[in-house]
Every structure is written in C-alpha cells, then in structure tokens.
C-alpha cells in the first residue's frame, strides 16, 4: 500500500516541529510502512530542504530547517518602522498567503514602533526566520524594559502587575500619539506571542492559557517574539472586529486573563486585589473575564467585581467564562447581593 506522501509529509513536519524522538518509527506505525519506507521519505525530505538530520539509522532525529532567515541590527534613533519591515521581513514572507502576510506587516511593524517610540535603548534589533510549517519573528531593544516602564508609568507596585495591564489592552504610555492597540492586537493574531524583559517572561498563545514565568536572570531590555503557521486561516480584521463593538469599529471588548492577577503563592481573595484587576476597565463597553486557570476567588473578591464595581459602572458589561464550580458559586453570590 502506497502512504499518503502529503499526509506523511505533514506529519513528519508536525512531529519535528514539536521536538518528538523516535519520527521513523511513529510515522511507520500511524502510516502503516515499513521502517526502509518511512526513512526514503524521511530522507527525500531532507534534500527539499524541509527537515535537517541528526545521528545514524536508528538513533537519527530530525528538526525543522530554517529555509529562509534574516536579522538585521539598527540605532533606534532615526529608525521607521517601515524600512525595518521591507529590509528585513518582507521578502521571507512575501509568497505566504495575503492574510498571513498582512499579520506579519501588521505585527513587525507595530513591535518595531514600540521599540523605537516607547524603549528609549540606542539599539534595536530585528529578525525572521521561516521553516516548511510556520514562521517566527523577533526584536530586541536595549532600552529599560517595557514592564518596568509600564510600572513606573502608572506607579503600579510591583513589575507584574505591567503585564496584566498589557493583556487588558488600550495600554499606552504616550496617549497623545498612540492608541495602547498594538500589543493587544498582535498578541491575538499571531498563534504564539512572548515577551521578555528583566527576570519576567510573558507567553500567550493560541489555544492555551497566558502564562507569567520569572526568570533566574534579569535581563536588560525587551525580547518580543511573534510565531505564526504559514497557512494560517486567521486574518487581521477578524481580530480586530471580534473586539470592536457590533456595527462600530472602536475597539471596545477586552478579554483579560484573571489569572495574571494572581501572583505566585496568592489566592484571589482582598479587594485590593480586584480594583487592581478592575483598573482601566471604564474604557471599555464590554469586559469578558476569563477566569481559566483561577481554581477559587474569595467573597471580598468577588463582592468587589461584580457588585460594587459593577454598580459604579453599569455602562460596563462584565462577563465572566471558564469558570469552576467554586469561582461560579462567589460570582453569583456576588451577583445576587448586586440585585
């Protein structure tokens, strides 16, 4: 029986991309090909290009290759956004359908913005590289670090309240010339997106719940990283219109990850707390709280949310999902001491 070529293909790349061992033998079982089979295709692979190898017979394990790459370094000072963007991505991207192309313009180009108005480094860095099955790209600037800067910005009390500011959206420190969209959007768009900065790692991803990690190091500046499947069916202005309101095209629906306003070792339970995660909520119409991820919320909590800001707000549509028993049991507590 002759294997499904398209389909091996696929797979292999899926299982090289995601680092599994043993490739030759699983694609030979799901497949139903001999181990000789299985290494021809393997091996024709390597010679398009698609996969690089490592060892010999059996103890050989393959990885993504890098088909297409380029990095380029800058002075922030006199940098357009748009130069970076032809000289460095345009041309890796430039065959990729037209919505992940425009992901891509869309998402470099307002990383690069950032670095160059909001940083205040003298470098920044700028780079892409594309496998058979997705693309990945990056900036670094050597400025203060953007969850420093947003914590001194808005006198916030420690570095990792930045970050839940940042997933809320409409975040910007320079008001008279930026709207505070462009990491709230691109983060969306892309299927995965990471930032970086002093001893605080950001991950957030398509499909899997946000994540804040503290690094041993404490790293100057700022890393963001941006990854993307080459045939991704997403486009830019499905994003932009799932947080725009109905009929408008203002961007007025957030969703904000409870859980980043949990700090390690803490439990959602004071209402300090909730007016932290509350904070910038009246600028927007509709705030969907997800609450993945958050296993308990206290009464003090829950009051604070959904009945006395809530009644201070009542333009503000507050909507709870992916809760648990326990957090849907204070919620509608709190609900029905509201009504």
């Known amino acids: 029986m002759k294997a499904d070529k398209k389909g091996l293909r696929k797979r292999a790349l ?17 497949f139903g ?6 290494s021809r295709h393997l091996s024709q692979m390597v010679k398009d290009g698609d996969l690089e190898e490592e060892g010999a017979t059996k103890g050989k394990t ?49 990383m690069i913005n950032n670095a160059i108005d909001h940083s205040g480094g003298a470098n920044v860095s700028v780079g892409i590289r594309r496998t058979a099955i997705h693309t990945e790209g990056w900036l ?65 991803g ?41 009929d408008e095209f203002t961007f007025d629906r957030t969703v904000v990850p409870v859980k980043l306003a949990q700090h390690e070792g803490e439990k959602l339970v004071s209402r300090s707390q909730a007016k932290r995660l509350t904070m910038r909520f009246e600028r927007f119409k509709t705030v969907m709280l997800d609450f993945a991820g958050v296993e308990s919320i206290g009464q003090a909590f829950a009051d604070e949310v959904f009945r006395v800001f809530a009644n201070a707000h009542p333009q503000i549509e507050l909507m709870p999902m992916n809760m648990g028993s326990a957090v849907n049991d204070m919620v509608n507590r709190a609900l029905a001491g509201r009504q």
Request: with cysteine; aromatic share 10%.
């Open 14 to 30: 899926f299982l090289a991309g995601a680092g599994v061992k043993g490739i030759g033998t699983l694609l030979g079982a799901e």
């Open 33 to 38: 090909i001999t181990r000789q089979s299985v």
């Open 62 to 110: 393959y990885r993504l290759a890098i088909k297409q790459k380029a990095v380029k370094a800058y002075l922030r000072a006199g940098l357009s956004e748009d130069v970076a963007w032809r000289e460095v991505c345009a041309a890796i991207v430039k065959d990729l359908p037209a919505n992940v192309r425009d992901i891509w313009q869309y998402g470099m180009t307002e």
């Open 140 to 204: 670094f600037d050597d400025g203060e670090g953007i969850f420093l800067k947003i914590q001194r910005a808005l006198g916030l009390f420690d570095p990792r309240e930045s970050i839940l500011e940042l997933a809320k959206g409409k975040l910007t420190t320079d008001p008279a010339n930026h709207t505070g969209e462009g990491i709230f959007f691109s983060s969306k768009m892309f299927d995965g997106f990471d930032i970086r900065s002093g001893n605080l790692y950001f991950m957030h």
């Open 206 to 246: 398509e499909g899997m719940l946000d994540f804040l990690l503290e690094r041993p190091k404490d790293t100057p500046g700022t890393l963001v990283v941006m990854k993307l499947a080459n045939d991704s069916t997403r486009t830019t202005n499905e994003i932009f219109y799932k947080f725009a309101a109905p």
